[in-house]
């Protein structure tokens, strides 16, 4: 019987030790982890700058009270202002990417002069809160699948039925997820969030954005949202931005903190802006800098994706390979397929992302991976799908 309560299915495996982008079971045997972590481990496992900030700054100081200024969070508050382009901004560090949209979002509700906020279907923001929850007394959920397909561009996008229809004069805040979708891999088209994004500012809105898996690098640049040339008054961030350790953060621009401090809004928990976290987020920042790692991911995201589209042609088990730097999915004929691929590799010593009744597998490795690592993810893509493609039809209807 196993102690530990889990909301996943459990996987037989007893993995011990991880270095750059493998893990090892207790026998030994390696596993390629093409998820980093839960995407969390953008510099790979056990990376030494990182474990030696945890080191050095365990024995300063690892926790405050939140009153208490510290020299290392004000230095990592920096940091992080620094890559969201707001030097005059502030930024709190909190504990996990749900606590950050869910913080981002009750900020903006509390300064917003309309009270309804705006975010694409199917976007996936907390796991608990109003940004779970997305009651219809507080938001509105924008159908944009019809915009997938569509081949209008431009000033269109404002006489569409998709957007007229909304009740813009009431959204005082727009929530934009730049490309997860609940694990789906899909990016809105620049059009319809530049439009989106035109109509909140000249209605004095709010703009917050979701970089929990999308940021830190893991599409070729700092953060999803600038690949649409947004401006963001709030900006939540998490997973790489610990590298596994557990810390977030909601980076706000100099407007947005005063409206904040003159508001009613109040928050406080216990390891909000604690040195431990703000010290390793530094040193995240810091090492991705030095190593040029925002390039690297782009040109190995490339590489990646360019190998699945060759294995695409050659095998129509696959429907679609989508993707922007090291966020790429792989979507099939059916979930059958799908979990049939994963079952496989697996087996084969390749983790990578899937849930059962969907047709994907996400490839979210650390973004340090190197296209030697992945030349045999390909040869076992091809071996695999190989034996399985007579079994499952093109044609198979997707659910």
């Known amino acids: 019987m196993q102690h530990v309560l889990r909301f996943t299915e459990e996987v037989n495996l007893n993995l011990t030790t991880a270095k750059g982008c493998m893990l090892y079971d207790d026998h030994g045997t390696a596993y390629l982890d093409l998820e980093a972590g839960t995407w969390s481990a953008a510099l790979g496992h056990n990376h030494p700058a ?22 290392t969070v004000e230095q990592a508050a920096q940091d992080v202002l620094s890559i969201t382009d707001m030097p005059d901004g502030q930024c709190i560090f909190l504990s996990s990417g749900s606590e950050a949209v869910e913080f981002a979002v009750q900020s903006a509700r509390r300064i917003a002069a309309r009270p309804l906020q705006l975010c694409l279907s199917n976007t996936y923001l907390a796991a608990y809160g109003s940004s779970l929850a997305k009651e219809s007394t507080q938001w509105v959920i924008l159908d944009w699948k019809a915009c997938e397909t569509c081949s209008r561009t431009g000033s269109s996008c404002a006489t569409c039925p998709t957007l007229t229809n909304l009740p813009i004069d009431q959204i005082g805040t727009f929530v934009f997820e730049s490309g997860s979708f609940s694990g789906q891999v899909k990016f809105p088209p620049q059009a319809l969030i530049s439009e989106i994004a035109s109509q909140i500012k000249q209605n004095d809105g709010l703009i917050v954005v979701n970089e929990i898996t999308t940021g830190m690098g893991r599409t070729g640049k700092w953060f999803g949202y600038q690949h649409y040339n947004l401006q963001p008054d709030l900006v939540a961030i998490g997973k790489g931005l610990g590298n596994g350790y557990p810390v977030s953060a909601v980076a706000v621009t100099a407007k947005t903190a005063e409206a904040l401090k003159k508001s009613s809004f109040l928050y406080a928990q216990s390891h909000q802006n604690d040195p431990l976290g703000a010290a390793v987020a530094s040193t995240v ?115």
Do not use: W
């Open 50 to 71: 990182v474990n030696q900030t945890i080191q050095a700054q365990l024995v300063k100081i690892s926790h405050l009270g939140t009153r208490y200024p510290n020299q």
């Open 285 to 399: 920042i810091r090492t991705m800098q030095e190593e040029d790692t925002l390039a690297h991911c782009a040109a190995v995201g490339t590489f990646l994706k360019q190998q699945l589209e060759k294995l695409k042609t050659d095998f129509p088990i696959i429907q679609q390979v989508r993707g922007r730097g090291l966020l790429i999915g792989l979507e099939f004929v059916s979930p059958e397929a799908a979990e049939a691929v994963y079952t496989q590799l697996f087996q084969r010593g390749f983790l990578c992302g899937f849930k059962k009744a969907s047709p994907m597998l996400r490839f979210f490795p650390p973004l340090t991976i190197q296209e030697s690592e992945l030349l045999p993810l390909f040869q076992a893509l091809n071996d695999i799908f190989a034996v399985l493609s007579d079994g499952f039809s093109a044609t198979q209807p997707k659910s």
